[in-house]
């Protein structure tokens, strides 16, 4: 590590460390998370890091058909799999600790299957460090208890990029064909932009023409969710709405 790196520096150094090394050995790894939006939001880095979006852990997706691959991978790197007690056990996760330095790295495979579920097969080749922007979006909006480290991930994604109908967008269209089969994951995501938008007063950090812009492109992106066809099965969930739970409890391991 370069002697001048700072705590949150060395987590992105690491990141990028195992994602060269595991290149190598053919291992498909891309990261996700608070890092994923630092690799991705160069431009305006400096406002992730003057709201104090702090990063303690890093976050990987691979393949499932890859998983003991993985799990030796990161043995090799010196890191520890942690075996967690039954009632916290996650099918298509793994996790790593890495004893000399305290690091904790989880690694989903194929899908992040929390409040409601991403699917990342088929799309973990589009870029060669991160998932793709749609699902950084995705992981940050997928979440029903919004907590403030989440809307600052988000304010920074949508100050950096804008929305459109390809990947190296935020790729709304990609999102509004999955939102378009299920009801619960489009009201969750619906209801988190329209949150943070009416949040961007709130920090201090961000300028007048910051919250016009990531204002504007998120009442795109609500707009192009909502104008796409929905599916029959979206249109009968969308009528008991509420009334029934439309999200999965999460309950988080111990670190």
């Known amino acids: ?6 705590p949150q520096d060395e987590y ?13 050995q053919d291992i498909v790894l891309r990261v996700m998370g608070a890092i994923a939006i630092r690799l991705r939001c160069p431009e305006f880095k400096s406002l992730h890091i003057k709201m104090e979006r702090e990063i303690s852990d890093i976050d990987f997706v691979g393949y499932d058909k ?9 043995e090799t790197l010196g890191y520890k799999t942690r075996i967690l007690d ?3 056990r996650q099918v298509g996760r793994l996790i790593f600790l890495d004893p ?11 899908k992040l299957a929390m409040c409601h579920t991403i699917d ?8 060669p460090t991160t998932v793709p922007l749609a699902e950084i979006l995705l992981q940050k909006m997928q979440i029903v208890m919004l907590s403030d480290k989440d809307v600052k991930d988000t304010i920074v994604l949508f100050r950096e990029h804008d929305v459109g109908d390809s990947d190296g967008m935020i790729n709304i269209d990609h999102i509004a064909g999955i939102l378009a089969n299920d009801w619960g994951f489009y009201h969750t995501v619906t209801t988190n932009l329209a949150k943070v938008s009416k949040l961007l007063p709130d920090y201090k950090h961000i300028t007048e023409e910051d919250r016009e812009i990531i204002s504007e492109r998120i009442d795109r992106a609500l707009s192009r969710l909502e104008e796409e066809p929905k599916s029959l099965t979206w249109k009968l969930r969308s009528k008991i709405g509420t009334k029934k739970k439309w999200y999965k409890d999460v309950y988080s391991a111990p670190k």
């Open 86 to 88: 039954y009632s916290f």
């Open 12 to 24: 992105i150094e690491e990141g990028m460390r195992i994602l060269r090394e595991a290149e190598k």
């Open 100 to 110: 000399t330095h305290g690091r904790h790295v989880d690694v989903f495979l194929d």
């Open 66 to 74: 890859q998983s003991s691959k993985i799990e030796k991978f990161f």
């Open 1 to 6: 590590m370069n002697a001048n790196s700072t």
């Open 120 to 127: 990342y097969r088929n799309r973990l080749e589009i870029h």
